[in-house]
């Protein structure tokens, strides 16, 4: 793969989100939501949309009882993400009105089982226990940490405004993610039409990083879609494809 074609490993499973007290619905016992993944290249005296590719899929799982969460992704990759393979992730915590917090996070690699991660993340005590190839590694950190399933979430339990800033693990590494608001659009995906507000996101000193969220603007806020644009001509995009929560006010 060329440089020029490189994406933030960070940012695919993002494909992939506190600060403040919220009036938040809270969110269903149980409930999937399913992506779809395209890519497309920008050529000149070409229509952008003839050079979509399917490109896999990512399948959210939440089930919750007694405030205690259990939230599985599944990514499956083909053409152009192959390259970054398949993967589980599982995040396992609480249920808060200011959202989820993670206790056990893991990542599992489907075909490369060594690079498999499991986070254990002591909030009483600001401490993070990481596994990683059979070494582990103890770190600090003091203040409200997602990792990546929660990220996806999390905007839902946070009120509308034209900023956000998250700190996130993605396993080895602590992030942090920022957004800015651009606007409000109506969006169509899969012959549905959402009301949604447009954000664009980067991940402080990660290259090739920057993307835009489509966030429902209903009784849930989820991403509806999500767009990565790398160097080269080359975008990514995340669309929803099927959920059963009830996104229209």
């Not at 979509?52 to 939230?71: C, P």
């Not at 590494?173 to 899969?190: G, Q, T």
């Not at 920057?210 to 603007?217: A, E, F, G, P, T």
């Amino acid at each position: 793969m060329t440089n020029k074609y490189k994406l933030s490993k960070y940012l695919l499973v993002l494909i992939f989100f506190s600060h403040g007290l919220l009036a938040a619905k809270k969110l269903p016992d149980n409930f999937y939501i399913n992506y779809e993944l395209f890519q497309f290249i920008k050529l000149r005296n070409v229509d952008i949309e003839k050079t979509k590719i399917s490109s896999g899929e990512i399948k959210l799982e939440y089930k919750s009882k007694k405030n205690q969460y259990d939230l599985n992704v599944q990514l499956r990759t083909k053409n152009f993400l192959k390259f970054y393979g398949d993967k589980r992730l599982n995040s396992l915590g609480a249920e808060t009105r200011s959202g989820l917090l993670f206790k056990t996070f893991i990542v599992n690699d489907i075909k490369r089982p060594k690079k498999n991660i499991r986070v254990v993340y002591d909030r009483k005590k600001d401490k993070l226990q990481v596994d990683y190839k059979k070494k582990g590694i103890e770190k600090k950190f003091v203040g409200n940490l997602l990792d990546i399933p929660t990220l996806i979430l999390q905007f839902h339990f946070e009120k509308s405004k034209s900023k956000y800033s998250f700190d996130f693990t993605e396993g080895k590494k602590i992030r942090k993610i920022e957004y800015k608001k651009i606007k409000n659009e109506n969006l169509k995906i899969n012959g549905k039409e959402y009301i949604t507000e447009l954000y664009e996101g980067q991940i402080h000193l990660a290259k090739n990083s920057k993307h835009y969220v489509w966030l429902s603007n209903g009784i849930y806020r989820i991403p509806i879609k999500i767009r990565f644009k790398m160097n080269g001509g080359l975008m990514i995009d995340q669309n929803l494809k099927k959920t059963d929560l009830k996104l229209k006010k």
